[in-house]
């Protein structure tokens, strides 16, 4: 038996991963957790970027001399939310490239259940080194983020 994997799609500078609740994201009234949500922004965040430029493991394996070892950390998270999602529900997580900065990116992520916002979320994440402090983006993963970024406007400016 072949194990599957959820995967998510880019579209039109926007990524979609889809969420199923479980048992373990509720609380004792089969409601999820609030803090469950940060969980599904990370996961989306961290599905978003899998095998390109500005995955978490390619900086992390970045040499000092590529300017690396790099990681990731939230520095701001502020979630709205809407309406409460429950065990079972399948959920689509969204995520979108808003800024890029030289060591940040600004994120609007969101949750919607059957096209109606469950909860939506504004995100600072930084880059830094081993010593925690900020660092540039390698040229590779600010490139990556640009491109997102630009075709989330150019879709916006069609309409889309």
Same mark, same amino acid.
Do not use: C
């Given at each position: 038996?072949?194990?599957?994997?959820?995967?998510?799609?880019?579209?039109?500078?926007?990524?979609?991963?889809?969420?199923?609740?479980?048992?373990?994201?509720?609380?004792?009234?089969?409601?999820?957790?609030?803090?469950?949500?940060?969980?599904?922004?990370?996961?989306?965040?961290?599905?978003?970027?899998?095998?390109?430029?500005?995955?978490?493991?390619?900086?992390?394996?970045?040499?000092?001399? #590529?300017?690396?070892? *790099?990681?990731? $950390?939230?520095?701001?998270?502020?979630?709205?939310? %809407?309406?409460? /999602?429950?065990?079972? &529900?399948?959920?689509?997580?969204?995520?979108?490239?808003?800024?890029?900065?030289?060591?940040?990116?600004?994120?609007?992520?969101?949750?919607?259940?059957?096209?109606?916002?469950?909860? #939506?979320?504004?995100? *600072?994440?930084? $880059?830094?080194?081993?010593?925690?402090?900020?660092? %540039?983006?390698? /040229?590779?993963?600010? &490139?990556?983020?640009?491109?997102?970024?630009?075709?989330?406007?150019?879709?916006?400016?069609?309409?889309?």
């Amino acid at each position: 038996m072949t194990a599957q994997v959820a995967t998510g799609a880019w579209k039109d500078g926007v990524f979609h991963f889809p969420i199923r609740v479980y048992y373990e994201d509720t609380d004792v009234g089969g409601m999820v957790y609030h803090g469950r949500y940060v969980s599904y922004f990370e996961r989306v965040r961290t599905e978003s970027i899998r095998d390109t430029a500005a995955d978490v493991n390619a900086l992390f394996d970045l040499s000092e001399e #590529e300017g690396g070892p *790099l990681t990731y $950390v939230v520095s701001n998270l502020n979630i709205s939310f %809407r309406q409460q /999602a429950k065990i079972g &529900d399948v959920l689509m997580g969204h995520s979108m490239v808003k800024r890029v900065r030289a060591a940040a990116i600004e994120a609007k992520q969101w949750i919607t259940r059957d096209g109606v916002m469950v909860a #939506e979320a504004d995100v *600072l994440v930084a $880059v830094i080194g081993p010593d925690g402090r900020p660092r %540039r983006w390698p /040229a590779a993963a600010r &490139d990556a983020w640009t491109t997102w970024m630009k075709e989330a406007e150019a879709a916006a400016a069609r309409g889309a």
